[in-house]
Nanobody
Framework: VQLQACGGGMVQAAGSLRLCCAP?????????MGWFRQAPGKEREFVAA????????YYADSVKGRFTISRDNAKNTVYLQMNSLKPEDTAVYYC????????????????????WGQGTKVTVSS
């Protein structure tokens, strides 16, 4: 499964961007989906996740209230709407598919995600 990410770019602080992610050759509805990010010199961290149905969503505290994850299974795409962006949101953002145990805080466990996109860069200037 290849994941095609789109929507990265440069924006000023307080601006907005929308990222998208679509798997090739598999229906996105088969998977829960997650977004992670890696800032320069830092480890990759969890950002947001969404269940297969879209009913349940999960966010890192650092983005709660500013970012919204959603999915359109008819369009085979998952989105990350990022509002009120801050310079500390600057990172490479990765989407990933999840089809694991759904136990505990499953959405934060990176090694349980199966397929990863190539990443899309987001730069927020002050």
């Amino acid at each position: 499964v290849q994941l095609q990410a789109c929507g990265g770019g440069m924006v000023q602080a307080a601006g907005s961007l929308r990222l998208c992610c679509a798997p090739s050759r598999r229906a996105v509805r088969r998977y829960a989906m997650g977004w992670f990010r890696q800032a320069p010199g830092k480890e990759r961290e969890f950002v947001a996740a969404i269940s297969r149905s879209g009913v349940s969503t999960y966010y890192a505290d650092s983005v709660k209230g500013r970012f919204t994850i959603s999915r359109d299974n008819a369009k085979n795409t998952v989105y990350l709407q990022m509002n009120s962006l801050k310079p500390e949101d600057t990172a490479v953002y990765y989407c990933a598919t999840y089809d694991g145990s759904y136990a505990g805080v499953w959405f934060r466990i990176q090694h349980e995600y199966d397929y990863w996109g190539q990443g899309t860069k987001v730069t927020v200037s002050s």
